[in-house]
């Protein structure tokens, strides 16, 4: 038997393995505690021999169950520690840092050239009053601008903001000219996806209000920005149009960047490109921003960042700016 165990043992690999071989010979059922249960049967004379011949057996196996149980412990440990070790010398994994959206990177480039003139930023509500979306900027409600910007209405009275000038005339109401402002953030237009055209984009429009304030603040301020942005060879050219909530109005173009003013591809050939909306204010949208128009006069502008952007870039689909493609980003 002590022999048996011994080769049992010697075999086990695992600690679960020395305890079933602990319970098969010194357990309550173990084959050592049957034979020492049965000494009663013996003689006296018998009794003393097997009886210290059997603790020998004991204090042998259980001697081996030890050092088994020690041997397959240090086994155990240093496979643990096998399998945790760490490669130090090993290249470490590269860490992926994102980007700057192009949207993002363009209109911190534009909001800096505007605090460099003294502008602030304003911010305001994307679910907006139509009261301030259209009432209050000359756009009463049978309109046909109303249709043409074609508008997602939440109610009766509530719209998303088709453009950022509703935050003007909110910074009108609150504060005291002088007011010089930009007016960065998302807007809203019913209208179906296509290569030029997105129903989410983006808009900076600005807003300054002052005593004396003249047509020669807005070109002066405007060309400025123009130079600064594409270069301080740009030319810029005003050209009359409407807009309900100024007058006069007129929107800005820029000698082509491209070619400067040669015409290219990029200009679509007239070496000219368009780039924003302007005006003076219109004094009833004054009134309605709480200023008296026989004391403050006033010029705005509003500009499409998506559109600035993929004139910069050459970029010649919006989508690129909305799907979030890696290839497409990470050129930024
Ligand atoms: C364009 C033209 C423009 C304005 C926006 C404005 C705001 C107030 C009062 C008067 Cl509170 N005007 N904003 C003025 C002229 C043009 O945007 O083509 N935008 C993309």
């Known amino acids: 038997m002590k022999l048996e165990a011994l080769e049992e043992i010697k075999e086990a690999t695992n600690s679960q393995r020395i305890d079933e071989i602990r319970v098969k010979y010194l357990g309550k059922k173990g084959s050592l505690t049957t034979i020492l249960r049965g000494m009663g049967s013996l003689s006296p004379e018998e009794r003393p021999i097997i009886g210290k011949f059997a603790n020998e057996v004991r204090e042998f196996i259980e001697e081996e169950i030890k050092k088994a149980l020690l041997n397959i412990k240090n086994k155990e440990r240093e496979l643990k520690i096998k399998g945790e070790y760490i490669d130090i010398t090993m290249p470490g994994k590269k860490v992926e840092i994102g980007g700057i959206h192009p949207l993002n990177k363009v209109l911190d ?42 508008t997602f209405y939440i109610s009766e009275n509530l719209v998303l903001r088709t453009q950022t000038s509703p935050i003007q005339v909110r910074t009108m109401e609150k504060t005291k000219p002088p007011i010089r402002i930009i007016a960065p953030g998302r807007v809203y237009r019913s209208d179906a996806v296509d290569a030029t055209h997105s129903p989410i984009f983006y808009q900076i429009e600005g807003l300054v209000v002052d005593k004396g304030i003249t047509m020669a ?12 942005f594409f270069g301080e060879k740009t030319r810029t050219k005003f050209r009359p149009h409407h807009f309900p909530f100024t007058e006069p109005s007129a929107e800005m173009d820029v000698s082509c960047f491209v070619c400067g003013g040669e015409g290219c591809r990029v200009c ?18 004054l009134r309605k921003g709480g200023i008296d128009p026989e004391e403050y006069s006033g010029f705005a502008f509003g500009m499409g960042l998506d559109r600035i952007v993929m004139i910069k870039y050459g970029i010649d689909d919006i989508r690129l700016l909305y799907e979030n493609d890696i290839r497409f980003l990470k050129q930024f």
């Open 217 to 228: 603040n807005l070109k002066g301020t405007l060309e400025t920005f123009a130079k600064r």
């Open 268 to 285: 679509k050939g007239s070496g000219w490109i368009e780039i924003l909306g302007c005006g003076m204010v219109h004094p009833d949208v």
């Open 109 to 150: 480039e534009i909001k800096d050239i505007f605090f460099g003139m003294g502008f602030s930023i304003a911010e305001g509500p994307e679910v907006e009053l139509d009261y301030y979306n259209f009432e209050a900027l000359n756009v009463p409600k049978n309109h046909p601008a109303r249709d043409e910007q074609d």
